[in-house]
């Protein structure tokens, strides 16, 4: 289907759309395929909070935020993400891409984040201050992209999208294991789950006919839900805990609107160390969004990134960060598991993934909806993410071969990898010479260090011409 085709203003209800841009899908096929963007980030978009908020102090007294707070920053974590989501697909203002693109809660600032909030002077309350702050710094530099653009040249954008598939490649094994840091890591049962749907999604996607092989996903995420509840029932291996459903429903109730911070206890505080802190992270993150929104652009619709598309990106990355702080969470970024998916099914209609977007915000008004879809096992998880993981390398790649191919290209890609994702397999501290906070940017997050070397280096060796002399 050509780009135009894929683009074109569409008024009538058809299926068929669900390949297009714009124009209605029908519910009855809108909402499978919106839940599974939901499906596909759902997990992952609340690890974060529950990593980063169980470690959280509070300010001033030593103590933790408690079981029932953190369940309403899971609730408002959902609430966010589709808020952002739906500012991404039909932008107001200059603020949304108007591309097929799901917001959650980003990992990039884990490192970060929680150098704040367990600092007792800062606590979860400078770390809400600093979260605020750093999401209006990278929306306004999202809206003056086109002052900037010119130096995220394509080799750079291209390093960029294939760190971030390489980056997650780990996120998707882990997953399969059963999850990171957990007791029965690598266990049978958790890698029979994982293989059984993955294999399920590869199945699914060369049986099913016409529009349905692109919900191989769904197909994968469901059946494989189901072979851990049997293997849970059956007393074979504990997968599957409900528990968190009924604990959700004593401590939050059925129905809860997510609340402010400025409402709670929690009023955030500004301290400009901490948004210091953070800002360079948004920098990062920046990166992050332009690379997976150019993926989006090459993979779905075949062709480059517009400048307006990418000021909206990367302002609604941003603002929604702010608007995440507000209620007391983290900062969002464009979700890479879900560049994957659409570059893999094609799948790229605003209106179906608002469905999931709308999915999203019913979650978060109903808690224990949230606590249902979280009991989503790892391994399965993992058994449909590692292929869309490995899809966005691949469009990093495609990206690549766009590029002239000569010492120059040669040299920043050798060093931007080699000293990027270097810097991630190091024994120690790299930088323990510095301050702290250089090595929680760069030892844990290969895309920073590949931004950051691509990018000077596109900067400062001397173009083709001279370069070869």
């Known amino acids: 289907m050509s780009t135009t085709n894929k683009e074109e203003k569409v008024v009538d209800v058809s299926t068929e ?29 609340l690890a974060p909070v529950l990593i980063v908020c169980s470690a959280a102090l509070v300010r001033g007294t030593g103590e933790h935020l408690t079981s029932a707070e953190i369940t309403q920053l899971l609730q408002c974590a959902m609430f966010v993400a589709g808020i952002g989501t739906c500012m991404q697909l039909y932008p107001v203002w200059k603020i949304g891409s108007g591309l097929p693109i799901v917001m959650g809660v980003s990992f990039t600032f884990l490192g970060s984040l929680l150098v704040i909030c367990t600092n007792p002077e800062l606590g979860y309350e400078g770390m809400v201050g600093a979260v605020i702050l750093g999401g209006i710094f990278e929306g306004l530099v999202g809206l003056s992209a086109r002052y900037w653009k010119r130096f995220l040249t394509p080799v750079v954008s291209a390093c960029v999208v294939i760190a971030i598939g390489l980056s997650l490649l780990s996120v998707g094994m882990d997953s399969w294991g059963g999850g990171s840091g957990v007791a029965d890591f690598g266990a049978w049962y958790h890698l029979v789950v994982g293989a059984f749907t993955l294999i399920v999604c590869l199945v699914a996607r060369y049986l099913l006919k016409g529009v349905y092989k692109n919900l191989n996903v769904l197909v994968g995420l469901i059946l494989g839900y189901l072979l851990a509840i049997i293997f849970t029932v059956a007393g074979i291996a504990p997968m599957v805990d409900f ?90 970024t464009s979700f890479s598991q879900n560049v994957g998916l659409v570059t893999m099914t094609q799948v790229i209609n605003r209106f179906t993934i608002l469905m999931g977007a709308f999915i999203l915000i019913l979650s978060s008004l109903f808690p224990p909806l949230g606590a249902f879809f979280n009991s989503l096992p790892q391994a399965v998880l993992g058994g449909c993410t590692v292929m869309m993981f490995g899809s966005i390398m691949y469009e990093g790649i495609k990206m690549l071969k766009e590029c002239e191919f000569d010492d120059r290209t040669m040299v920043i890609v050798s060093l931007a990898f ?15 010479a510095f301050p702290h906070e250089v090595g929680d940017i760069f030892n844990g997050n290969a895309v920073a260090g590949v931004f950051v070397v691509s990018l000077l280096l596109s900067l400062f060796l001397p173009k083709r011409e001279n370069f070869t002399k």
């Open 17 to 45: 759309n669900i390949y297009r841009l714009n124009g209605r899908v029908p519910l009855k096929k809108a909402i499978p395929f919106g839940l599974q963007h939901v499906l596909a980030m759902f997990v992952s978009n």
């Open 243 to 332: 528990s968190g459903i009924t604990k959700t429903v004593q401590e939050v109730g059925v129905f809860s609107l997510p609340k402010l911070v400025f409402l709670t206890s929690h009023e955030p505080i500004f301290d400009l160390g901490a948004f210091l802190t953070i800002a360079i992270v948004f920098l990062v993150s920046a990166a992050e969004t332009t690379g997976a929104t150019s993926a989006v652009c090459t993979g779905a619709l075949d062709r480059e990134i517009k400048m307006e598309e990418l000021q909206g990106s990367l302002a609604v990355d941003g603002f929604s960060s702010a608007l995440s702080g507000c209620f007391g969470c983290l900062p969002l």
């Open 418 to 432: 080699a000293i990027g994702v270097g810097l991630t397999q190091t024994s120690g501290n790299f930088f323990s």
